[in-house]
């Protein structure tokens, strides 16, 4: 059985649109232009958070 390795999914991706916005440990964060689902906690915004 074959598995692909995280490179071929990050070139998938890249090829959609995707891409690496940053790296934390061995996970490869990526981003896509108008779609915000991941932010790194130094530009996290945390005015507009509720406590």
Same mark, same amino acid.
């Given at each position: =059985?074959? @598995?692909?390795?995280? %490179? #071929?999914? !990050?070139?998938? #991706? &890249? @090829?959609?649109?995707? !891409? !690496? +916005?940053?790296?934390?440990?061995?996970?490869?964060? #990526? =981003?896509?232009?108008? !779609? @915000? #689902?991941?932010? &790194? &906690?130094? +530009?996290? %915004?945390? $005015? $507009?958070?509720? $406590?």
């Amino acid at each position: =059985m074959f @598995r692909a390795s995280g %490179d #071929l999914h !990050i070139a998938a #991706l &890249k @090829r959609t649109g995707w !891409i !690496i +916005n940053h790296i934390e440990g061995g996970h490869s964060i #990526l =981003m896509k232009e108008g !779609i @915000r #689902l991941h932010q &790194k &906690k130094e +530009n996290y %915004d945390f $005015s $507009s958070s509720k $406590s």
